[in-house]
């Protein structure tokens, strides 16, 4: 048997390549690859397996409402149903999955998580792992980050350079693949065939299974980044990355507005793309240090010592990101008239976003929004 661990990292597409295994797995299986069920209400991953190498005090932000006792025990019972699917099922090739993998390097003993899947029986183990451009990772998981804050930056660095290491030295016995995550350099333009031509190419067509919008398109236009970064501002200035369901309720709203215009896609503006692309050696190192290169990156201009300058900073979506400002006035007129929320306040904070981006118009309210 084959042991497959995938450990994301986080924004190169992860959540897309577990529903399709997870999705697929009754067929998967009948070519002898077992991407295990975790038994749990909702879960498509493995993720509960962290609490083999994270203690309670460093869970996942997701994981901590469990409660110490529950986190442990569902952790050690993931494990236990792994064991006992692969007894069952003895399969060829065994695939388990998670972005938060990825921090197994930093624990303080990974030995635990380590002897779990050494434990699993496989003649060989390999570690993949996808890397990203700079700024499409630094765009992605900003914009991450407004579902839960108003600071438009992400939560974590691109330390690609030091999670490689980190995985080699940790992993020294087992083998390290790193793949670019480029829609022009992986297998069929996805991850999803990406790593079916790797490990399954037998059964590749299962990874074909098209999508629902709400689970490919998980990015936002600009206009709505703008819209949730004020949103936060204004009614939760004091909870940075905390969830809520007010704003859960503002998002599906603004997703459903963007569906309707065709999922807009976000682009930086020149002077930060260039900035974070090359206003370092990052993707230079990862060239040569382990042969993975972006398409059209200009690698010679950081050969040449050409480093980008870093624009002035600003705090607000727009002084990075393109923003069409007729859009963005059309979507405030939207959410005005609709019930996405019927407070006053609301209307309120509408009127104000609508003088602080420069779009307000004398739009009378609706009735209700009076009653």
């Known amino acids: 048997m084959k042991l497959v661990i995938h450990v994301g990292p986080p924004k190169t597409g992860t959540t897309a390549l577990q529903r399709a295994l997870f999705g697929a797995r009754a067929q998967l299986i009948e070519k002898g690859i077992l991407y295990p069920d975790p038994k749990v209400r909702k879960a498509y991953n493995h993720g509960l397996l962290c609490s083999l190498f994270r203690p309670y005090a460093e869970a996942p932000r997701g994981m901590k409402k469990l409660g110490e006792a529950n986190y442990l025990r569902q952790g050690e019972a993931l494990s236990n149903e792994v064991r006992k699917q692969v007894k069952q099922r003895a399969p060829k090739l065994l695939i388990l999955s998670s972005e938060w993998f990825a921090r197994l390097y930093q624990a303080n003993d990974p030995t635990k998580f380590m002897s779990f899947v050494e434990s699993l029986g496989a003649d060989s183990i390999d570690f993949i792992l996808y890397a990203r451009r700079p700024s499409d990772f630094f765009l992605s998981a900003s914009q991450q980050r407004l579902r ?5 930056e992400p939560i974590y660095p691109w330390n690609l350079d030091k999670l490689i ?6 992993a020294s016995k087992h083998r390290v693949i790193v793949r670019p995550f480029d829609r ?9 065939s990406d790593v079916a031509a790797l490990y ?11 999508q629902t919008s709400r689970q490919s398109n998980e990015s936002f236009s600009p ?11 204004a009614f939760f200035p004091d909870q940075e990355d905390v969830f809520n369901e007010r704003t859960r309720k503002l998002m599906r709203r603004l997703q459903k507005l963007d569906a309707s215009d065709g999922n807009p896609r976000p682009a930086l503006l020149p002077e930060w793309k260039a900035y974070l692309d090359y ?5 230079l190192e990862l060239r040569d240090r382990y042969g993975i290169s972006f ?3 200009d690698y010679q201009r950081l050969e040449q010592g050409d480093f980008a300058t870093r624009p002035e900073m600003g705090s607000d979506v727009a002084d990075m990101v393109r923003v069409d400002a007729e859009r963005l006035q059309r979507m405030i007129a939207s959410l005005e008239q609709s019930f996405w929320s019927p407070r006053r306040s609301s209307a309120g904070w509408l009127r104000d976003t609508a003088k602080r981006v420069g779009c307000a118009e004398n739009r009378p309210l609706p009735l209700w929004r009076f009653g």
């Open 295 to 297: 398409s059209d990156f």
């Open 279 to 283: 206003g370092h050696n990052g993707a």
């Open 148 to 152: 839960a804050a108003s600071i438009f």
């Open 165 to 170: 290491a980190g995985f080699q030295a940790l």
């Open 223 to 233: 206009e709505t980044m703008v819209i949730l970064q004020d949103f936060r501002r």
């Open 200 to 210: 399954f190419p037998e059964a590749a067509d299962l990874m074909t299974v098209p």
């Open 184 to 192: 022009k350099a992986m297998t069929g333009g996805s991850i999803m």
